[in-house]
C-alpha cells in the first residue's frame, strides 16, 4: 500500500513553468513506477509521463514531448514532473500514479496503475 501526496500546481501564464512533485508514504516508491496524468475539464483522464523504477527509462505523451521532464529520487520517495513552456491546454488538474507491476507494456493506460494521488491543479492563462 502507498499514499501519494502532489504539491506544486498553481495558476501560470502561457510560456512559464511549474514544478509538481509527489511524495509518496507507506510502502517505498522505488518499489513502483511511477506516472503522471491529466484531466482536463470536461475530458477524460490522460497520461503525461512515466517513469521506470530505477528513474533510467521514461515515457512522455507526443503532446509534452521536449517541454516537460519527469524525474525521480528514490531516497526521498519522490517524482517530480518539470513543465516548461506550458500552453492554455496543459490546464488541467495533474494526477500522480504508482504501477507495482511492469512498465514497458500499456504505459499509458491509467488501468494499469495501482495508486493514485489526489490531484493539483494546473492552470495556464494566456
Known amino acids: 500500500q502507498v499514499q501519494l501526496i502532489e504539491s506544486g500546481g498553481g495558476l501560470v501564464q502561457a510560456g512559464g513553468s511549474l514544478r509538481l512533485s509527489c511524495v509518496a508514504s507507506?510502502?517505498?516508491?522505488?518499489?513502483?513506477?511511477m506516472a503522471w496524468f491529466r484531466q482536463a475539464h470536461g475530458t477524460e483522464r490522460e497520461f503525461v509521463a512515466a517513469?521506470?523504477?530505477?528513474?533510467?527509462?521514461?515515457r512522455y505523451a507526443n503532446s509534452v514531448q521536449g517541454r516537460f521532464t519527469i524525474s525521480r529520487d528514490n531516497a526521498r520517495n519522490t517524482v517530480s514532473l518539470q513543465m516548461n513552456s506550458l500552453k492554455p491546454e496543459d490546464t488541467a488538474i495533474y494526477y500522480c500514479?504508482?504501477?507495482?507491476?511492469?512498465?514497458?507494456?500499456?504505459?499509458?493506460?491509467?488501468?494499469?496503475?495501482?495508486?493514485w494521488g489526489q490531484g493539483t491543479q494546473v492552470t495556464v492563462s494566456t
Open positions: 507507506g510502502r517505498t516508491a522505488g518499489s513502483y513506477a
Open positions: 517513469i521506470i523504477r530505477s528513474g533510467g527509462i521514461t
Open positions: 500514479a504508482a504501477r507495482s507491476v511492469g512498465f514497458y507494456t500499456n504505459t499509458d493506460l491509467e488501468s494499469q496503475y495501482d495508486y
